[in-house]
């Protein structure tokens, strides 16, 4: 079925505010059109709207926090409801949640941790929609009708678990306000595109609204808002008596600084929050000292180490940010900074936790990654192919070691960084590395998703390519070469360029 055409003429401070509205854009940086285009479709309260919409983009794109903050400035609080797919996992649990939120109703001891109303399936909570609900308070009753003069909105988010649900139940929803004759839209948010929504009967078409990613000012000004409300002036050490006030150029230099440094291998904004939060007072230390003022480029080196650190730690959540803040407050104590470096480095080296309880086959398929990574393609067949072994045996016996580059001027692959490769290559590699036949028991794209979920694998390319999606290995040298003895297989045979 073709979607159908929506015309919407209302002004948008009938909906918003023009305070409110630079407000959220303000709030949201980057995402000012979108604003725009949900406040436009909403009209005015009473006005019809389209039955449903498809909000998708990657993760940390701000779609739950800006479609959520729309309808907050819009509406009141019993006009929308918010069900999170992955914390209410049946449709009885959605349905239920949102008819409580629909007419503020709150489960307690009073009620006795009942909801308003009972909705097993589809066709019970399109009947309630029809018929309203009466709701009974301290002996007193009301009739609620839903959405049978103003809007009444359903956003959905994680969207993508309601595949495996009922197979009618999505295309219900997505046509809800067509079966109950009532003026309801359904925002559903997901991380991916619609197409892997799509069942085999045909299913009502939403309007799409895209969320790109940030680009490289946006991600900065975000990043700046999480510092403007704090307290700027920090005490010095030697001085108690005297501060040192952080200006807005300090925090600028900051985090345009942690973004030039995680930004090849982690574009997640949560992630960038979360190590730029981190790394602040290690950052502000030698001010706190008197040692800097102000001064970037001796911050910047003070700081090279916590950061080379914190890019393999906190990315992997290999260390707490409790135990990361308590040894930072525990190394103020230290007088020598070589002494206060080594303590910091020996103590998240040794309470790290990357050792993550693999299957058998998912090490394999790691150490395949890691060789892919960093392995050039042409020498794939001298490693991987079948007789490589008989060609690199030497007269001596055993085989020859990985081929290390003598060239000046070129730069050897580690010191690069991990290359991106494709899954074809990836299995190529996993099959011949593995010794036994592989059980066809074996998922392998879903060890594949697992990998990537740690993030020991990276997605290089972008969910909506699916053709050849291409990955990264995330892991370090020291912690492949302990799995490669786990599972007993000779790493150093089969890496090139490596010493």
């Avoid at 436009?40 to 990657?58: E, N």
């Avoid at 990043?223 to 925090?251: G, Q, W, Y």
Wanted: positive net charge; charged residues 25%; glycine residues 4%.
């Amino acid at each position: 079925m073709r979607a159908q055409s929506w015309r919407v003429s209302t002004p948008l401070s009938i909906v918003v505010s023009c305070s409110s509205l630079m407000s959220l854009k303000d709030r949201y940086p980057g995402r000012s059109q979108q604003i725009d285009t949900l406040i436009s479709l909403m009209g005015q309260p009473s006005d019809r709207v389209v039955p449903s919409l498809f909000v998708y983009g990657h993760a940390a794109s701000g779609k739950t926090s800006v479609v959520l903050s729309v309808l907050e400035e819009s509406m009141a609080r019993n006009k929308y409801a918010y069900v999170h797919c992955v914390e209410n996992h049946t449709p009885r649990q959605i349905f239920e949640r949102a008819l409580n939120q629909w007419c503020n109703w709150t489960p307690s001891v009073d009620n006795d941790f009942h909801n308003v109303c009972k909705a097993e399936n589809i066709h019970q909570f399109v009947n309630i929609i029809q018929q309203g609900v009466t709701v009974t308070r301290n002996d007193t009753s009301h009739h609620v009708a839903l959405g049978k003069k103003d809007t009444i909105y359903l956003v959905l988010d994680r969207a993508e678990r309601l595949r495996d649900m009922t197979a009618p139940l999505l295309p219900s929803l997505l046509r809800l306000s067509e079966l109950t004759q009532r003026n309801v839209c359904v925002i559903l948010i997901s991380s991916i595109v619609f197409e892997k929504f799509r069942v085999k009967g045909g299913s009502y078409e939403p309007m799409y609204i895209r969320f790109p990613d940030y680009t490289k000012d946006d991600t900065l000004r975000i990043l700046l808002l999480d510092f403007a409300t704090m307290n700027r002036r920090i005490p010095l050490k030697n001085d108690e008596d005297n501060s040192v006030e952080l200006d807005d150029d300090f925090f600028t230099a900051y985090v345009d600084l942690i973004y030039n440094i995680c930004y090849h291998n982690c574009k997640n904004l949560n992630e960038l929050r979360y190590i730029s939060t981190l790394m602040l007072p290690l950052y502000v230390a030698p001010i706190q000292e008197g040692t800097a003022m102000h001064e970037t480029a001796r911050l910047v080196n003070h700081a090279k180490p916590y950061f080379a650190e914190a890019t393999n730690k906190l990315y992997l959540r290999e260390i707490s940010s409790a135990e990361w803040t308590k040894e930072t407050e525990r190394l103020e104590k230290v007088d020598s900074e070589n002494k206060r470096v080594g303590a910091f480095l020996a103590y998240t080296r040794a309470t790290g936790k990357g050792e993550f309880d693999l299957p058998h086959y998912t090490k394999f398929l790691l150490v395949a990654a890691y060789l892919a990574s960093y392995n050039p393609v042409k020498y794939d067949r001298r490693y991987f192919s079948r007789g490589a072994e008989e060609r690199t045996k030497k007269k001596g016996g055993g085989t020859r070691r990985g081929r290390v580059s003598k060239a000046p001027g070129k730069m050897r692959q580690q010191l690069l960084g991990p290359a991106a490769f494709t899954v074809q290559r990836l299995m190529a590699i996993f099959y011949h590395i593995v010794d036994e036949t592989v059980s066809n028991s074996i998922d392998v794209q879903q060890q594949i998703s697992s990998l990537t979920t740690l993030r020991l694998l990276i997605r290089n390319t972008t969910m909506d390519k699916l053709d050849e999606p291409r990955y990264k290995c995330n892991v370090t040298f020291e912690y492949i070469c302990g799995i490669s003895k786990e599972i007993h297989f000779e790493l150093d045979q089969y890496l090139y360029d490596f010493n």
